[in-house]
């Protein structure tokens, strides 16, 4: 295979690392853009879910709102937000579709999670004289905790995807890499920008799936989700 | 000299009804090769997947590889997925189905592996004392009960197909992504968001078929809720 060894020369060429555009940049941009949005996912979507988990209310809001996620483009979003005046405030666009699309998971999993939690315990902890927010912290949080944590790992790995579809409206990550390879009719540079994207997903996914080895037994959620 | 029209094309506006009309053709190809590339790419990824997921079932050790393979390549992103593909298709359609296909492959392996080990012991017992053979018992007793859990999976996996159709726009065959593609590099709303949407009427009319489809092939579990 001729176009994996163009590739792997390609990635070992010290200039296509450093500077401006190099792969450094672009894995920081790329790194930078899915913390961010996962805090920022996480801190919109974890409150909302465990009150409605907890209230019982809204659930089909919350459950379908994973499905709707999945019949929008994410390219078309990223397009349409790109053309309208947000557009012109650098990497906005890409930030707000990044936040899009990793809120669903997030969202349904954390209420879902809430709601599987045994009723009687809940009822156990009532009748113990507990409060609500007592109720909701104390049991239903922790009891929740690895489905949360599911969806944290899904968001987590959407955002890496999105993150680089956003190299296609212009955005920064490493998706640049495979963009500019294109543009430049390199498929040594496409390949190579494709590995190191593959790579990141599953360095991600890795350190997701090691950490749930690492906690408590009883928190482990299923694998898959 | 004649005073350039005053239209919404010329405004470039959002929503353009001139536009419906005037690239009627461009649209109904584009809703084609769409639907064409979705229908290809999910019916090869179902016919591979069904033996993947009779083989992980029956053969203790295959489940195991089966599943962290098809984890693998869902967690690559959409991008990177065709720009791997590049050496092997070309800028083609092949590359898009190629990689559509293994997307399809993950969700369909893992609903329909699903549905089949949700069969209960007791009625593949039930078949078996009452003299159903193997092969009599995988396609009277085991795939119809496995079928709402492998439809579910047929419905996600199509989904989002049709989303993933637009990313196919980086090699030029994207369907309405390409429509999409070009109506970013040339600003062009209307058509970003005529091409958008009608992306999301098609991933909705193809979720509706399905279930429609799924409510007449399992008659019996419309009884039960």
Request: with cysteine; net charge positive.
């Amino acid at each position: 295979m001729n176009t994996l060894a163009d590739a792997w020369s390609w990635l070992t060429t010290a200039a296509n690392w450093s500077g401006d555009g190099g792969i450094w940049q672009r894995l920081g941009q790329h790194l930078f853009l899915t913390v961010v949005c996962l805090l920022i996912s996480c801190l919109i979507a974890l409150p909302v879910a465990l009150v409605l988990g907890h209230l019982g209310r809204g659930g089909a809001l919350a459950v379908n709102v994973s499905n709707i996620g999945r019949a929008v483009p994410t390219f078309a979003v990223l397009v349409l937000l790109l053309l309208t005046p947000i557009g012109g405030h650098g990497e906005w666009p890409t930030v707000i579709a990044l936040v899009l699309f990793a809120v669903p998971p997030l969202l349904t999993n954390a209420y879902v999670g809430m709601r599987e939690v045994d009723r009687d315990v809940v009822r156990a902890a009532r009748g113990m004289g507990m409060t609500g927010r007592q109720l909701m912290l104390g049991v239903e949080l922790p009891l929740a905790l690895p489905l949360i944590l599911t969806g944290v790992r899904i968001a987590a790995v959407q955002l890496v995807a999105t993150a680089t579809l956003a190299a296609l409206a212009g955005g920064g990550g490493l998706g640049r890499i495979i963009t500019a390879g294109f543009n430049l009719a390199s498929t040594a540079q496409v390949v190579a920008g494709a590995v190191l994207v593959a790579v990141f997903a599953l360095i991600v996914e890795g350190l997701f799936e090691a950490a749930r080895l690492l906690v408590p037994g009883r928190l482990r959620g299923g694998g898959s989700g | 000299m004649t005073a350039p029209p005053d239209d919404c094309l010329a405004r470039n506006e959002w929503l353009c009804g001139a536009y419906l009309s005037s690239r009627r053709e461009i649209l109904w190809d584009a809703v084609v090769q769409h639907l064409q590339l979705t229908a290809v790419s999910v019916l090869i990824g179902l016919v591979l997947a069904v033996p993947l997921a009779l083989a992980a079932r029956h053969r203790r050790w295959a489940a195991g590889p089966v599943l962290a393979v098809t984890t693998i390549l869902y967690t690559v992103p959409s991008l990177a997925m065709f720009s791997l593909l590049l050496p092997v298709y070309g800028l083609s359609a092949s590359l898009v189905v190629a990689g559509l296909v293994l997307y399809s492959l993950t969700l369909l392996v893992r609903n329909i592996l699903a549905g089949l080990r949700a069969v209960p012991e007791e009625t593949r017992q039930a078949a078996r004392g009452m003299g159903y053979g193997p092969l009599r018992l995988l396609l009277a007793v085991e795939l119809p009960l496995a079928l709402p859990a492998a439809m579910a999976g047929l419905r996600i996996a199509t989904v989002s197909a049709v989303s993933l159709v637009t990313v196919g726009a980086i090699v030029g065959h994207g369907g309405l992504g390409n429509l999409i593609y070009s109506g970013m590099n040339t600003y062009f709303k209307a058509q970003v968001l005529t091409a958008s949407v009608l992306c999301v009427v098609i991933a909705v009319a193809a979720d509706l078929l399905l279930l429609l489809a799924q409510r007449l092939l399992t008659p019996w579990t419309r009884r039960q809720s």
